[in-house]
């Protein structure tokens, strides 16, 4: 018999039952309890093996894989900035859904993605640079070749790729909020991150056919902002607004309970985004710190942008606004951030809080009931942030010429960015209508009845509330 060390995984648990004689006994008990010791020494081992086929981990390939786990953690984290900012902005009685939605949907959104999602958005063409295919599941093999180049390892591009498809299914969630039905929610993000997100990322970051158009989203302005946004914007027009939003046709203000928690989430966010755009480089070299400060500088001109318009138009400082041009901002820079300089990342940012102020009530005077506001800041944003590059970008980390409009480019680029642009609306928005209307078919309706609406989605949906204690005293 062979020695056990020398066996697979597969093979070990047989060779130790194969070795009991029977459970009755001290002994057979004794040995049954090793078992789990046994395949963790037998994985360790495995593990070994594979090591000493590899060459020596050269500083560039744990400097690269380092970085982007880091930045991968900090992208992760995103998600509590992203509920906390919903359900601060939404109401008490709707708070146990909405964190547990933005809570649950990244567990699917890493379940589809590692599923099938990957696969189809970084996999072999099958139709040209339309759609890629190269099987279910991941494959987490790592190479001599990989450690020599400094390449990153499978698992870790994985992980950060996973993490945008959450962020892009977490976007939708703000537009249907306080009223949608959580499992029909639950239903179209798994679509969402399986099969809609990863096909139009493909197109850019699979060498698609955007890509060959010489379209640039360096970290997914268009290919996750507003792809998350139009998938919204389908399921919120779909859903109606909620009841008491509109009176004789006139929008009504439906203040969020804690402004706190949304400020919170606001700041969370923006340090999550240092993982989202600097990490978007997939190395740790000389252009990660200046993604950062253009990051840094887009977000500092949309709080800028909409804190001074909204206080023009209402009087007084709007902290909403705060908050949503700091985000819109964010949003603004995320496609250009290693293509626009200091000046034009910051200029890019304060017209982007501009933006977002006017796209809230453009979106309110249409009838579309937007809770947070995140068409707005991913959307309408996330279209200007793809076309503010074919406006004053640059080519910076290549041959450093203009290739926008104003900076000696031409029409060219500003084109390509519209057409890119266009062509994720235009996807997203036709795919997610057949999506959510097919959810609703199926399952008798997207939206919960009225009944619920009105006492809380925590309490039909989920049978618990936020503030037990508040609600009781009152």
């Known amino acids: 018999m062979r020695r056990l060390k020398e066996a697979s995984l597969l093979e070990g648990p047989m060779m130790l ?10 002994r057979s008990l004794l040995w049954f309890a090793c078992v789990p010791l046994a395949l963790f020494g037998l994985g360790v081992f495995n593990l070994s093996a594979h090591a000493s086929e590899l060459p020596e981990l050269n500083a560039a390939f744990l400097a690269n894989n380092l970085w982007l786990l880091i930045a991968t953690i900090l992208v992760i984290f995103m998600n509590a900035g992203f509920a906390m900012v919903e359900a601060g902005m939404c109401r008490s009685k709707n708070a146990v859904n909405i964190l547990a939605k933005n809570l649950f949907v990244f567990a699917l959104a890493v379940t589809a993605y590692w599923v099938v999602g990957y696969s189809i958005m970084y996999g072999n063409s099958v139709l040209g640079g339309f759609l ?37 299914a977490t976007i939708v969630s703000g537009l249907v909020a306080e009223r949608v039905k959580f499992g029909e929610f639950v239903v179209f993000s798994l679509i969402l991150t399986a099969f809609i997100y990863p096909i139009a990322g493909s197109w ?23 792809v998350g946004a139009w998938a919204g914007l389908v399921g919120a027009m779909l859903l109606g607004p909620r009841i008491g939003k509109y009176i004789d046709g006139k929008p009504q203000a ?9 400020t919170l989430g606001a700041l969370i966010l923006w ?17 990660v710190p200046y993604v950062a400060v253009t990051t840094t500088l887009a977000a500092a001109g949309g709080a800028i942008g909409a804190t001074v318009v ?8 709007d902290l909403t606004m705060i908050i949503n041009g700091i985000l819109a901002g964010l949003v603004s820079i995320t496609a250009g951030c290693a293509d626009l300089t200091l000046a034009g990342s910051w200029l890019a940012g304060l017209i982007g809080g501009v933006i977002v102020v006017f796209a809230v009530s453009a979106l309110d005077s249409a009838g579309i009931d937007d809770p ?10 996330g279209v200007w942030g793809t076309i503010v590059i074919g406006l004053w970008g640059y080519d910076i980390q290549g041959t450093g010429a203009g290739i926008g409009l104003f900076t000696g480019g031409g029409f060219s680029q500003l ?59 009152n």
């Not at 340090?271 to 252009?287: C, E």
């Not at 519209?418 to 078919?441: E, F």
């Open 415 to 473: 084109g390509i960015q519209v057409l890119g642009a266009a062509a994720y609306a235009i996807w997203t928005l036709v795919t997610c209508w057949i999506a959510w209307s097919v959810i609703g078919g199926f399952f008798g309706g997207i939206r919960v009845s009225e009944q619920e609406e009105t006492q809380g989605l925590d309490i039909g949906e989920h049978g618990m509330e936020a503030y037990p204690d508040f609600a009781s005293s």
């Open 254 to 262: 439906m203040p969020g309970h804690n402004m706190a928690i949304a």
């Open 17 to 26: 039952f194969q070795s009991i004689k029977g459970l009755s006994s001290h």
């Open 204 to 226: 850019q970051w699979n060498g698609g056919w955007l890509a060959e158009a010489g379209f640039r989203d360096f970290a997914g302005s268009s290919i996750v902002h507003s």
């Open 271 to 287: 340090i999550g985004w240092y993982g989202f755009n600097p990490g978007s480089q997939l190395a740790m070299d000389q252009w």
């Open 372 to 381: 947070v506001g995140a068409f707005s800041v991913h959307g309408v944003c």
């Open 310 to 317: 909204s206080t023009v138009f209402s009087g007084k400082p």
């Open 132 to 168: 890629f295919f190269k099987g279910l599941f991941l494959d987490t093999s790592v190479t001599a070749e990989m450690v020599s180049n400094g390449d990153l390892v499978p698992t870790v591009d994985f992980l950060f790729q996973a993490a945008f498809a959450g962020t892009a």
